[in-house]
């Protein structure tokens, strides 16, 4: 059987102008291993969404509040019950916030704890596109086929979180951004920025990448790469 991904895009506060490029570099990942792929920002969709349609849903750097309770509740159903798997991308976590304002000059929160449980972290601020160094986790990347240095450079909008998701023994931490080499981290020496865990009772796969804010990430060999091998692993029985 076909497998088949959802790409949702929707964005009802900062709409990341990335966004096209990070739904081309999906559908070409698609394309290259037979994965049916359909890309939207209908949230109604999730009202009855069905696993056996649709295996993961990739939030596609999205902000604001995406859901009324019904479709929530959908959300809820599919990963819990169904044992749906999700990819959170970027700005996934900038949704569901209690603040407009994503340029971090007032810390936001999150208003619904399920989702911030789901993606292990909620957006709090960033300071400005700067280029600062990753580290990786050479052995954790390659038990999902991942294949990156042991750091490298890369600009981007450093995240901070309202939790630290590498606290959590649950979470496997992939890559952390190191804050000396950049300025306005609030993370510490454990500053998360690609990870995974299994959650709620149908251990349902979940993968976030904080990295991936500007438009031409999406032709990065190496961000792309971590997203394929993200999706083929999130899809894998």
Same mark, same amino acid.
């Given at each position: 059987?076909?497998?088949?991904?959802?790409?949702?895009?929707?964005?009802?506060?900062? $709409?990341?102008?990335?966004?096209?490029?990070?739904?081309?570099?999906?559908?070409?990942?698609? %394309?290259?291993?037979?994965?049916?792929?359909?890309?939207?920002?209908?949230?109604?969709?999730?009202?009855?969404?069905?696993? *056996?349609?649709?295996?993961?849903?990739?939030?596609?750097?999205?902000?604001?509040?995406?859901? !009324?309770?019904? #479709?929530?509740?959908?959300?809820?159903?599919?990963?819990?019950?169904?044992?749906?798997?999700?990819?959170?991308?970027?700005? &996934?976590?900038?949704?569901?916030?209690?603040?407009?304002?994503? *340029?971090?000059?007032?810390?936001?929160?999150?208003?619904?704890?399920?989702?911030?449980?789901?993606?292990?972290? $909620?957006?709090?601020?960033?300071?400005?596109?700067?280029?600062?160094?990753?580290?990786?986790?050479?052995?954790?990347? #390659?038990?999902?086929?991942?294949?990156?240095?042991?750091?490298?450079?890369?600009?981007?909008? @450093? $995240?901070?979180?309202? %939790?630290?998701?590498?606290? !959590? &023994?649950?979470?496997?931490?992939? &890559?952390?951004?190191?804050?000396?080499? $950049?300025?306005?981290?609030?993370?510490? #020496?454990?500053?998360?920025?690609?990870?995974?865990?299994?959650?709620?009772?149908? !251990? *349902?796969?979940?993968?976030?990448?904080?990295?991936?804010?500007?438009?031409?990430?999406?032709?990065? #060999?190496?961000?792309?790469?971590?997203?394929?091998?993200?999706?083929? @692993?999130?899809?894998?029985?």
């Amino acid at each position: 059987m076909e497998k088949r991904v959802l790409l949702f895009f929707k964005a009802t506060e900062y $709409y990341h102008e990335s966004i096209p490029d990070a739904i081309c570099a999906f559908l070409k990942i698609a %394309r290259r291993h037979g994965i049916g792929a359909t890309a939207t920002d209908d949230a109604s969709l999730f009202k009855n969404l069905q696993r *056996s349609k649709y295996q993961a849903v990739v939030f596609v750097s999205n902000s604001g509040e995406l859901f !009324n309770d019904e #479709e929530k509740a959908g959300l809820v159903n599919y990963v819990e019950e169904q044992g749906g798997a999700i990819l959170g991308l970027h700005g &996934a976590l900038a949704s569901f916030l209690n603040v407009v304002d994503h *340029s971090g000059a007032t810390p936001a929160s999150g208003t619904w704890d399920w989702y911030g449980d789901l993606l292990q972290a $909620y957006f709090r601020s960033h300071p400005p596109i700067q280029t600062g160094v990753v580290r990786t986790n050479k052995s954790g990347m #390659e038990a999902l086929g991942i294949c990156l240095p042991a750091e490298y450079e890369l600009e981007d909008e @450093w $995240y901070n979180y309202d %939790r630290n998701p590498a606290q !959590n &023994a649950k979470v496997t931490v992939l &890559a952390w951004a190191d804050e000396s080499t $950049y300025q306005g981290g609030e993370m510490g #020496e454990t500053h998360p920025v690609i990870w995974y865990h299994r959650f709620g009772p149908r !251990n *349902s796969k979940v993968f976030f990448t904080a990295l991936g804010h500007l438009d031409w990430h999406y032709k990065l #060999e190496s961000h792309v790469h971590v997203l394929e091998k993200a999706l083929l @692993w999130l899809l894998t029985e």
